[in-house]
């Protein structure tokens, strides 16, 4: 879907629909079918994605804003 959310995560990883439209859908969907190229780019813009996630980052940066919002209530 092209909400921004998915766009934060998936960044140029993906191809973008309009969820309301069947018509949108289908024509994203044959065009990383009918693309080797285009699935190809997005398989590897996704691999290089994946390498801004972490469950190690994900921890250190949750711990790092408890930590502040902490000392702000002191």
């Known amino acids: 879907s092209n909400i921004n959310v998915f766009k ?9 629909f309009n969820p309301r439209s ?3 859908i ?13 699935n190809k780019t997005l398989i590897n813009n996704g691999f290089k994605r994946v390498q801004k996630f972490s469950w190690k980052k994900c921890s250190h940066e949750t711990s790092h ?5 902490l000392k702000e209530k002191s």
Do not use: F, P
């Open 8 to 16: 934060e995560v998936a960044g140029n990883a993906c191809e973008y």
């Open 22 to 24: 069947v018509i949108d």
């Open 26 to 38: 289908k024509k994203k969907i044959e065009s990383v079918l009918k693309s080797q190229k285009k």
């Open 65 to 69: 804003l408890y930590s502040n919002a």
